[in-house]
């Protein structure tokens, strides 16, 4: 009588943790699609008009992420903190190449946010070591990790907003959109399979947001296409 539900729970988790892979497998692809931007920093030898807080910030959301994945704080989420250690990395290389070819007054800012993420981690970190049981240890870095998903919302409202106003998706890449929307999927799934809400909640909203990004680029290059065609046609008239 037990091999069916022996059955059912393998199959549970081999479903949850292929959900976790295949979001880190798109996940990935976000990692390294800031490099055509880097190679041309390299190239240059400049930063030129780039900005790399955006960069601090992933970098400090990756780092406190990791921190939730850990089976220190939550158990049985280890894809979590293998993605984000993945994220941290690559941030950490495009904020120091910030650092490098920045001109001295962005080098010295730079490096200043950079180590404010890692005291701000490492605060984190101590506290929520010290002060926390292992339960409320999980709350408080799972709220933590919640709300700076959430905050990461932002880059993507604003692309959505800038889509709207000039009816033109030349700021939003199509495999970007759809990779942050089959990432954010994968991990909402991963999340309700595992029942953590800390996960499913804001990958549910960055899925959300994905379709939101899909519906824009389909409606918008069909209304591109559209007026491409009317010259041609006004003309073979």
């Known amino acids: 009588m037990m091999f069916p539900s022996y059955e059912l729970g393998s199959a549970y988790s081999v479903c949850s ?5 295949a979001g880190n497998i798109f996940a990935f692809v976000l990692f390294v699609s800031p490099i055509p931007t880097f190679k041309r920093i390299v190239t240059n030898r400049s930063t030129e008009q780039f900005s790399g807080l955006p960069y601090i910030y992933s970098l400090l959301n990756c780092l406190i992420c990791l921190w939730y994945g850990l089976p220190v704080v939550a158990h049985g989420v280890i894809l979590v903190a293998t993605v984000n250690s993945i994220g941290a990395v690559f941030q950490l290389v495009y904020v120091s190449l910030f650092i490098i ?7 010295v800012k730079m490096a200043g946010y950079l180590v404010a993420v890692f005291c701000i981690f490492a605060v984190v970190a101590l506290v929520s070591l010290r002060l926390f049981d292992d339960q409320s240890r999980r709350i408080f870095v799972g709220y933590l990790s919640v709300a700076s998903l959430i905050s990461m919302f932002a880059s993507p409202l604003f692309i959505i907003n800038l ?19 089959l990432m954010s ?53």
């Not at 070819?101 to 080098?107: A, I, N, P, W």
């Open 185 to 237: 999927i994968s991990f909402f799934a991963y999340g309700v399979l595992k029942e953590d809400a800390f996960i499913y909640v804001p990958n549910g909203i960055g899925a959300l947001l994905g379709i939101v990004q899909l519906v824009l680029y389909s409606y918008y290059s069909k209304s591109l296409r559209e007026d491409s065609s009317e010259p041609l046609m006004s003309s073979y008239a």
């Open 101 to 107: 070819y920045g001109e001295k007054k962005r080098k």
């Open 163 to 181: 889509v709207i106003r000039t009816r033109s998706i030349e700021f939003m890449p199509f495999y970007l959109s759809l990779s942050t929307f």
């Open 17 to 21: 943790e292929a959900a976790g892979v």
